[in-house]
Each structure stands twice: as structure tokens, then as C-alpha cells.
């Protein structure tokens, strides 16, 4: 007497293959993202740097972008917590004024919180990457806005410790080597992780699965309806 074909085997299998499949597509667009912003950021440099005097509507990411007679303000807070090189530290954003509009800053990593205000008279040259604020990922933590503790950038936030209309843009203030106290960095948009890799895997896995399923079916379908 034949068995009944395990029904529910054959989802299981299905259903595998399929979410597999779709990481390793995932991840091959991811790849396809990433490659593409380092070619951005490798073209894009203080030495073909995009000079402003005001701030436009709508910019590419990581363009390199030089701002002229910046006015600082005394609104700033810390991220945290944040590495750079094995060490453990912050990311100081501030708020700069470019042309009466608002913009914020990463000034850099830096291991111990400074609250040494500025002088916002003065007129500043400030440099960097510029780009579009991300919306935080799912797996971020929250700000801790009533004890002010921040962990992720989020515009909405921000505007309400600030009390000000910012810009949906952040710049990634880029510094000479003289200045030791804060180290430069660039956008997560620019990453080292090699998708293809990962993309690659989950096919593999994918086709390893299919030929699982496959030999089994192939030796076991007799016995079934």
C-alpha cells in the first residue's frame, strides 16, 4: 500500500529554497548599491570637491562639498556608543547654518564627550561627504530623548532637542591630519563588506537544498500517491 506524499515535507523544502533565493537577491543588490557608492566616494574627493554658498534642494550622495562663510551654532550632541579603529567613543553631530538654513554635521569620532561652545559670529570653510539622513534600520536602538541619550541618527528627534527645522541632509565634515582631536568619517553608504560573497552563499545553499530534495524524491517517489 502506497503512502500519501508528505505534503508538508515538500513545503518545508519549497518555502527553504525560496527565502534563500530571495537573500541571495537581497544581497546581490545590496552588492550592486555598494559598489556603486564606492565608486562615488573614490571619484569624489577635496580635489574635485562641489563648491556651495548656499544649500540646494536636492543633492547626490556622498558628493564632496566644500561650504563657504558657515556660520556654527552651539546645538550638538553625541552618539554613542561608536567605534573607529578598535576604540570606543562618540560621533559629535552638530548644527551648522548655511545660507539661514540648518544643516547637521558629523564632526568626527572622538573617545570622551567635549562641551566647549563655539563662536557664532565668526564665518567657517567647512568640507565633507554629504548625504541623504537614512531612516533608522529596524534593529536600531531608540533615542533616549527624555535623558538625553543618543543612539542613531533620526531627523524628527533631533529637531525636537534642537527646536529647529533641519535639513534632510547630513554632512560628514572631513579634517587636515593636524587636528588630532577628532577623527574623520565617512557614511555607512561606503562599505567594505564584500555582498557578492554572501550572495554567492545563499545560492549555493539554495541549489544544495534543491539537489537534497531533488535525490530524495527521485528515491523515495514509488512509495507514494
Do not use: C
Not at 553608504?189 to 541549489?207: C, P, R
Request: cysteine-free.
Amino acid at each position: 500500500m502506497k503512502k500519501k506524499f508528505p505534503l508538508a515535507l515538500y513545503l518545508s523544502f519549497s518555502v527553504s529554497i525560496f527565502l534563500l533565493l530571495v537573500l541571495g537577491t537581497w544581497q546581490l543588490n545590496k552588492n550592486f548599491v555598494v559598489n556603486k557608492n564606492n565608486k562615488n566616494f573614490k571619484n569624489r574627493n577635496q580635489e574635485n570637491a562641489l563648491i556651495l554658498f548656499s544649500l540646494p534642494d536636492k543633492i547626490e550622495d556622498l558628493t564632496y562639498v566644500k561650504f563657504s562663510k558657515v556660520n556654527l551654532t552651539n546645538n550638538f550632541l553625541y552618539l554613542e556608543p561608536r567605534t573607529f579603529k578598535g576604540q570606543v567613543g562618540y560621533h559629535k553631530i552638530s548644527v551648522i547654518q548655511v545660507d539661514g538654513r540648518y544643516l547637521l554635521m558629523n564632526e568626527g569620532f572622538i573617545t570622551a564627550k567635549e562641551f566647549i561652545y563655539n563662536n557664532i559670529k565668526k564665518k567657517y570653510e567647512i568640507e565633507g561627504y554629504i548625504i541623504t539622513v537614512p531612516e533608522p534600520k529596524f534593529f536600531e536602538l531608540k533615542n533616549d530623548i527624555k535623558n538625553k541619550v543618543w543612539y542613531t541618527l533620526k531627523l524628527e528627534d533631533f529637531e525636537k532637542e534642537f527646536d529647529l527645522k533641519l535639513s534632510k541632509y547630513i554632512l560628514y565634515q572631513q579634517r587636515g591630519k593636524e587636528d588630532n582631536k577628532f577623527k574623520s568619517v565617512v557614511p555607512n553608504l561606503v562599505s567594505n563588506v564584500n555582498h557578492l560573497n554572501y550572495a554567492l552563499t545563499w545560492y549555493f545553499l539554495s541549489i544544495a537544498l534543491f539537489i537534497v530534495f531533488f535525490l530524495f524524491y527521485m528515491k523515495n517517489h514509488k512509495k507514494y500517491e
